[in-house]
């Protein structure tokens, strides 16, 4: 399994959402089936428990590294808070610490620096850093405002990605490059192994809506002042107004109340809502900053993408499915009973009269590859199907395979345009033993390559 990474929100001011942007992306990733740990580095104002209804805690960030100044090495299991999010999430939450009334005292007599330089805590965040990276798939830290010896640890230590929130006026925008200047001259000087860090501006509150002209020239401002932020990681050529524009948190006066979780309630599909920038974001971070002109081509698939990533967190569910027509579907269950019988896990897609096109994605999302069994007449959810699949693949680029089946000599002619191109088997010269054994040994081969279980 490949390792996790880290990512750290940080904002020079306050009140920019930069805790609720951070839940709300931990929401929705853990939703979406990933290992998710989230942790309040904003010692002096901790508050993403209030995000996510949890109780007190009894330990900490803080007590972790108060064991550290003791010459301990606590393990960071022990310390962290199951938390259940919506109806399918969890995730774990290392809160800052103990809140009774001795926390403000206990934090004000911790000297950060002499801690990381000659307390133990440099060596024990890189032993942290690496056990969350095995156990989680992203890490999001939540970073205090400003600038400190904690924060430094935050913005230039812990993260692979830093997630710069702001708003826009100039003491935000001015402070959060401050910052960031600060934190890759730190990451250069670092006698550690560790990658180029990588920032993902976050311009937040902003008013797309009421005061457009404004609104415009500052995402000018933004592109002149932050284009070098983007092109880090964005593709080459990619328009940076077009990855502005998905990285931009609109201001939502309903959401601004409270500390409700606006993406637990929210379509996410749909552009007008806070919701749908949060799950943009979401999938750039867990994609690792990749694949962007997939993003600005189609954000829809882009997240998709994110989602079914999610999902197969331990691989596909089915190695093969089967579609057929009501015309086919007596040799697509004959044939789906060979493949089995050969150890090959196999579904058979539903007849759309008995199931949603959306229980029809999910088996075509959780299947490796598609066999579709084609008759004579043509069918409309088979072509569906087929474009799905294959839209799906091509924005994954994943290594999945279609394979087309005809059953007599005229459905051959009858193919969709789609699937003309594909080699197929024509059931009209052998029989569908010999198909299964084809297609058993051609998958057999594949996986001898790919190494996949």
Not at 395 to 410: C, F, N, S, Y
């Amino acid at each position: 399994m490949a390792a996790g990474q880290v990512v750290t929100f940080y904002s020079y001011k306050g009140g920019v959402g930069r805790s609720f942007a951070l839940a709300n992306v931990a929401a929705l990733l853990s939703g979406w089936g990933y290992r998710v740990l989230c942790i309040d580095w904003d010692l002096e104002a901790p508050g993403l428990t209030y995000y996510f209804r949890t109780a007190s805690p009894e330990a900490g960030l803080l007590e972790m590294v108060e064991g550290v100044v003791r010459h301990e090495r606590p393990d960071t299991s022990s310390y962290v808070t199951p938390v259940r999010v919506g109806d399918t999430g969890t995730l774990d939450l290392l809160a800052a610490g103990r809140p009774d009334g001795s926390y403000g005292r206990r934090l004000q007599s911790i000297d950060w620096e002499h801690a990381y330089v000659h307390g133990g805590l440099a060596g024990a965040l890189e032993e942290w850093r690496a056990d969350w990276m095995r156990r989680y798939d992203i890490v999001l830290v939540d970073s205090r405002t400003g600038i400190s010896d904690a924060g430094g640890i935050c913005a230039a230590l812990l993260p692979d990605v830093l997630v710069l929130a702001f708003t826009a006026n100039q003491q935000s925008l001015e402070g959060a490059l401050r910052t960031l200047v600060q934190a890759l001259a730190t990451r250069n000087r670092l006698p550690l192994d560790r990658p180029r860090l990588r920032t993902v501006p976050l311009p937040s509150r902003f008013d797309i809506q009421v005061e457009y002209e404004r609104a415009e020239r500052w995402r000018q401002t933004f592109h002149e002042r932050l284009a070098h932020c983007y092109r880090d990681w964005a593709a080459h050529g990619l328009p940076l107004d077009e990855l502005i524009g998905h990285t931009i948190i609109p201001y939502s006066a309903y959401w601004s109340f409270g500390e409700d979780l606006p993406v637990l309630s929210e379509n996410v599909r749909e552009p007008s809502y806070i919701s749908y920038r949060f799950a943009t974001l979401a999938a750039l971070l867990i994609q690792r900053l990749e694949n962007t002109e997939l993003l600005v081509s189609s954000r829809d698939s882009y997240v998709d993408a994110a989602v079914r990533g999610g999902r197969r967190q331990d691989g596909f569910r089915h190695e093969i499915a089967i579609s057929h027509s009501e015309e086919t579907a007596e040799p697509a269950l004959r044939l789906a009973d060979l493949l089995r019988q050969t150890g090959i896990d196999t579904v058979v897609t539903d007849e759309p009269v008995l199931s949603s096109w959306k229980d029809q994605q999910r088996v075509l999302d959780d299947s490796r590859h598609l066999v579709m069994v084609l008759g004579e007449k043509p069918s409309p959810h088979q072509d569906r199907e087929a474009q799905y699949f294959l839209r799906q693949t091509l924005d994954e680029g994943a290594e999945r395979r279609l394979i087309p089946i005809v059953t007599t000599l005229a459905a051959i002619s009858r193919m969709p345009h789609l699937l003309q191109s594909f080699q197929s088997y024509d059931l009209s010269r052998g029989s569908l033993e010999d198909a299964a054994r084809e297609i058993a040994r051609a998958f057999g081969d594949e996986r001898s390559r790919s190494g996949y279980p």
